[in-house]
DNA sequence: GTCACATGTCAACTAATGTTGACACATGAC
DNA sequence: GTCATGTGTCAACATTAGTTGACATGTGAC
């Protein structure tokens, strides 16, 4: 195995920092966080937003790899899709966002 | 002096997230983390934005506390307005956030 | 006086994001 | 078959954020 820490780049750092930037998407990451997995129209009224909306925050937390999903069947045969937080640590400081800034591609 | 850690409340997080959750205001913090305290014309020059533009990222990030401003006189008399990066150290975790998003204050 | 530099602010436009409601599809229970 | 549950997607609208250019202010040097 390598022992190398992975590093972050400006790109994904920003990603990450997008994703987390909205009260909904907090409280998905706190729901998960706290209450374990669960599935998207459950975690959709536990925290009484819709499901269309749930769907799209979803969407934007696990492209930031903040969040994971996984297919399951229930025992009566529905398709239910959890989702699980990621044990993600960011550690945001001064220093770690002056490297990562060095690998940003915003052109202008 | 007490040794009580601040803690950190859902509104003040999601303000430091929204603060950093842009290219341009990761790189002011970079270039201030990096080439230390600068004013404003001169670090609009250096980043090559907009002096407008400049000012109002500076002012998103001086309300989330990440960096702060001092004005001070020139030997020619010039007014210059000096920001410097806080040493802020943000611990990005499930756990961090499922404590914070309890103090969130978005009604619905 | 004019020039060059610094400061901030404002309205107006563009671009990105959030949100909703309706749609389509599949399954088991009745 | 119908109903209730689950899944996802899409266009359309509402809201927010980003960006620009022009404006007003001040100073010292010439």
């Given at each position: ?75 009566d045969g529905k398709a239910l899709n959890y989702f699980a937080v990621t044990d993600f640590k960011l ?18």
């Open positions: 195995m390598t022992s190398e820490t992975h590093v972050l780049s400006g790109d994904d750092l920003l990603a990450q920092l997008a994703a987390l930037d909205n009260p909904h998407r907090l409280r998905i990451v706190a729901a998960l966080a706290s209450g374990g997995r669960n599935y998207v129209s459950q975690l959709a009224r536990d925290l009484g937003i819709s499901r269309p909306l749930l769907h799209l925050h979803l969407q934007k937390l696990e492209a930031a790899g903040l969040v994971s999903s996984q297919l399951e069947l229930s025992q550690e945001l400081s001064p220093a770690l966002i002056a490297t990562a800034a060095q690998t940003l591609s915003t052109p202008e």
